[in-house]
């Protein structure tokens, strides 16, 4: 009898330290008839989003991002210059905050066209037996094949080297550039290393750097000399005109035949680490040189 009640005194002593244990970790809550309050039920709302919605390229481009990725200057500033008229759209000023550009629109900044194409620059190093131009009739190898892998977007040749003359050629999509280094009033200067049939006497050099007329108009030498450390038939001509074959002219007017002719520098750019055949992208101080000519 004793041991019976032992037992169920152990089987309360449990239930106790059980309950004890419930009410000492939630002194609070009640064991019975426990509900929840729905007042005190918090909802949370989903935030909305941040990420700006993309715009429908159909719909047009905002003018200030157009300018924008025209890389003028940030959306902020673009919205402070279109205030101020400086933004035309097919060749109206327009002050319109939000106002949507169209995909054949033609955008200006100060009289300047833009575009918002990523703009690309690439320097080839041309060899032998490539014609300058987008595609041939003939089925000739034009440089394009040099350069079809060097970005996505569609560039172009900046002047013209002709089939065997060989050396630097840059390719752009920047139309602004491409005429401003060949715009003779800018006298970009080209150096090109032209190889003769024969030595080039000391008193020919003399007569072609002092400048003289051929075809009917003066050509302007800006420095000629040979070349130091090899024989007189290898000269380095310096020159700004863009005139087709003018340097085998020169030397064609004087009694020489020019067996090689490489174009060394150009704008600046040098042939510095790039062989013949390779090209590459500009570096941005290379750019920025440019820009400033």
């Known amino acids: 009898m004793a041991a019976k009640e032992n037992s169920s005194r152990g089987r309360h002593a449990k239930?106790?330290?059980?309950?004890?244990?419930?009410?000492?970790?939630?002194?609070?809550?009640?064991?019975?008839?426990?509900?929840v309050n729905p007042q005190n039920i918090k909802t949370f709302k989903k935030k909305p989003s941040t990420t700006p919605k993309k715009e429908n390229v159909a719909d047009g481009i905002r003018l200030n991002k157009y300018i924008a990725n025209a890389g003028i200057c940030s959306r902020r500033e673009a919205d402070v210059y279109i205030g101020a008229g400086n933004a035309t759209v097919n060749g109206k000023i327009i002050t319109e905050m939000g106002y949507k550009v169209q995909k054949d629109d033609v955008v200006r900044f100060d009289g300047q066209l833009l575009s918002i194409e990523t703009k690309r620059y690439v320097l080839l190093n041309k060899p032998k037996n490539f014609i300058t131009t987008m595609d041939d009739e003939r089925g000739r190898r034009t440089v394009m094949e040099l350069v079809a892998n060097a970005t996505k977007e569609r560039i172009y040749p900046v002047g013209r080297l002709d089939r065997n003359t060989t050396g630097l050629l840059l390719f752009t999509n920047d139309g602004e550039l491409a005429k401003k280094l060949t715009h003779p009033k800018h006298s970009v200067k080209k150096l090109y290393h032209a190889s003769l049939d024969k030595k080039l006497t000391m008193k020919d050099l003399q007569k072609i750097s002092q400048n003289f007329v051929l075809e009917g108009k003066m050509v302007f030498i800006d420095a000629i000399s040979y070349v130091e450390g090899q024989s007189k038939t290898e000269v380095g001509i310096e020159i700004h005109s863009g005139r087709n074959r003018i340097v085998r002219k020169i030397f064609e007017h004087f009694g020489y035949a020019v067996v090689k002719l490489d174009r060394v520098i150009f704008a600046g750019l040098t042939k510095k680490n790039l062989p013949r055949g390779h090209h590459r992208p500009l570096t941005n101080q290379e750019l920025i040189n440019m820009k400033m000519i």
């Open 15 to 35: 239930k106790e330290k059980k309950s004890t244990s419930k009410k000492k970790d939630y002194p609070n809550m009640k064991t019975k008839n426990f509900r």
